[in-house]
């Protein structure tokens, strides 16, 4: 009897001990702290100028495409309308151009055609007059006509000269009025550049027209306001900052030599530090490059290797979770 008690006694502090173990080890798993945050952020303005209105608190909910402030407009109003008229003025320019150069197109090239038959004209009696000149020269020379025939023939070959030079003259100027049909072309190409420069200056002034008037992102909180009314600000300064309340996730650094118990798209459960606040959540990440050493190797311990940590990022999109909040793992949803 001795002997069984003392073999029973033996097997109660084995499986004491072999409890106690497996207590620790689930203990240590759920004592796993992790830190609340949420997507957050700040609103800056576009465009400089002053405020001169806000229209929402700090800790105040909106809507998505709700106004939060106004920025003052009034320069922008007016370079818009500078603008506008710089268009309309470009716009009756090009109006101008185009009928100048249709009118001056279809007459410069009647003009030349007109002009070319006549030096082709001109130079055909001009070649007519030539030969006559050196017929009657051999003619007189020998008495076969009068020396007055002869005089008559080269005035007439002085004439059609003159003629076929001025024909050329009228060609030139025909030619130099077309050619100012293709300057005129350019003008109107340069309009064109002009216009579209002036429209593209206009579209972006009409962006920051509407960057005047702050708007929401998304729905959210209002977790800042850095600016007051009635203050001046430069592009880039923020505003607000605001927080979607329904996206938000709780931050783990799992050791190692705990990381097999997650796994991507696995639903756990939180338990808040005030032992009431339970949520469920679903792992989206786990971190493939580790953060820092959760244990240090130590030769008391007989570690040979420190023991690193990895990020484990639980989302949980629950309105009852803020920023900064503090949970733990439940080990019976690992």
Known sequence: MRKVAIAFALLSVTLLLWGCGNKSAQEELSVTWGRADAKEININSKISGRVVKLLVKEGEKVEQGQLLAYIDKRSLLAQKAQLEADIKAIQEQQIQAAA????????????????????SSALSDLNMAKADYVRYEELVST??????????????????????????????QAIA????????????????????????????????????????PF???????????????????????????LDNWVNF??????????????????????EKTRLSGEVVDIS??????????TSERGDST?????NVKIQVDSENLHPGMRFRLLENSL
Do not use: W
């Open 177 to 216: 009025a077309l050619m100012q049909n293709d300057v005129n072309a350019a003008n109107e190409a340069v309009l064109v550049k002009r216009l579209e420069q002036a429209v593209a200056a206009l579209d972006e002034l009409m962006v920051s027209l509407d960057e005047t008037e702050i708007k929401a």
């Open 219 to 245: 729905a959210g909180i209002v977790t800042a306001k850095y600016v007051e009314e009635g203050s001046m600000i430069s592009q880039g300064t923020p505003l607000f900052a605001l927080q979607d309340p």
């Open 288 to 297: 493939s490059k580790s953060e820092f050493a959760t244990q240090r190797a």
């Open 100 to 119: 100048t150069t249709a009118m001056q197109s279809g007459t410069t090239n009647a003009a030349l055609n007109q002009a070319q038959s006549a030096e």
């Open 143 to 172: 008495g076969a006509v009068s020396v007055q025939a002869f005089e008559q023939q080269r005035n007439r070959c002085q004439v059609a000269e003159a003629a076929y030079a001025k024909a050329q003259a009228t060609t030139s």
């Open 253 to 274: 650094k799992i050791p190692e030599t705990e990381l097999g118990h997650f796994h991507l798209h696995q639903t756990v459960e939180l338990l808040g530090r005030d």
């Open 306 to 310: 420190d023991i690193i940590s990895f």
